[in-house]
């Protein structure tokens, strides 16, 4: 589950939490009632399907990636021999070469290329060392590939249902919430602390945002008065020439033009509006 998913998930269990605390306050049959069955509801839903997500999680990969060792070993077994019959066969090697990067799929169409190509040659392989069953054993390492490719796609599949059925659940949470919140609201009118308790429970926190690397080196460079160095975002230090900062010190001396003493006056009148 994402963050955010967790979130949404954990405020529905306080709203159950809360309908288990005020019980008497909502009837079986009432509108609140309902919603706080819904609310149950949907948490068995989403962690039925957070158990399907974690079991899924990874289910095939391990094969996956033995099965395509296996098979881009066979291959370059075969490439390499081809390669060496080539020395007097020119061209012979052409068919057998193996493109790069060598992704699932280019390791099965290689495998189904390989197998058909070298059968008229089977002999020459299996003259300069490669087993007699070699071709076969490039077509079983193929379909042992072509299984587990297939228990990953079902276990991205299976992944990809429980999200859509996380959402679909926390999609339903909300509206029983919001049904909750006027029902809440109006009946504990008049017990502003209970009303309080409601509305923090009911609260979603964001996800805080953080800063950018950088921003904070920039900013100590800027505030540094002039006088010390520059701080870049890695934190080094850049000392300013010193032609440069006698510059800065003769503005800085220099008196103010009455375009500036203007801004200066509007910068102090904004300033005195905030305050107010």
């Not at 069953?133 to 991205?156: H, K, M, P, W, Y």
């Not at 308790?197 to 505030?223: F, K």
Request: hydrophobic share 40%; with cysteine.
């Amino acid at each position: 589950m994402k963050k955010s998913q967790i979130a949404r998930k954990n405020m529905l269990v306080r709203i159950r939490e809360f309908g288990e605390v005020h019980q008497a306050a909502f009837a079986a049959d009432s509108i609140g009632g309902r919603a706080l069955v819904t609310v149950a509801e949907v948490l068995g839903e989403i962690d039925a399907h957070s158990g399907t997500q974690r079991g899924a999680r990874g289910e095939g990969q391990p094969a996956r990636k033995s099965a395509r060792q296996v098979l881009a070993s066979r291959l370059d077994a075969v490439t390499r021999t081809a390669r060496a019959i080539g020395q007097t066969t020119p061209g012979f090697d052409q068919p057998f070469r193996l493109s790069r990067p060598a992704t699932d799929h280019v390791l099965l169409t290689s495998a189904t290329v390989f197998a058909v190509d070298a059968e008229p040659a089977k002999a020459q392989f299996v003259a300069r060392g490669l087993p007699a069953t070699f071709i076969d054993g490039i077509r079983t390492a193929a379909d042992e590939l072509r299984q587990a490719i297939a228990v990953c796609n079902a276990s991205l599949r299976q992944r990809t249902a429980a999200r859509i059925g996380i959402d679909e659940a926390l999609a339903r949470g909300d509206v029983a919430v919001r049904e909750l919140d006027a029902v809440v609201t109006n009946q504990f009118a008049g017990d502003p602390a209970t009303v309080g308790v409601w509305q923090s429970l009911r609260r979603v926190p964001r996800p805080r945002r953080t800063a950018r690397s950088g921003q904070g080196g920039q900013g100590q460079g800027q505030g540094s008065g002039g006088q010390g160095g520059a701080v870049t975002p890695t934190g080094k230090e850049v000392t300013p020439h010193p032609l440069a900062a006698m510059e800065a010190e003769e503005q800085t001396a220099a008196p103010a033009t009455s375009d500036q003493s203007s801004s200066d006056s509007h910068s102090d009148d904004a300033q005195s509006e905030d305050a107010a």
